[in-house]
């Protein structure tokens, strides 16, 4: 699945701001393809109002 940090990390609590470094994301505009697992999905649904996700398998 591909991701794209999409809103700023200003503001953001610092818990979500580690989800989305975690993620492999550091500035607006980067993108990331991630495996689409569990963990994964859960980091993407966490912080999932700053990302735009492509590719998502419908479960």
Known sequence: MKITLVRS??????DQRDTVYALGLRKT??????A????????????????RIEGQAKA
């Open 9 to 14: 990390l200003i503001g953001v609590k610092k």
């Open 29 to 34: 505009g980067d993108v990331r393809e991630v």
């Open 36 to 51: 689409d697992t569990r963990d994964v999905r859960g980091m993407v649904n966490k912080v999932s109002y700053l990302l």
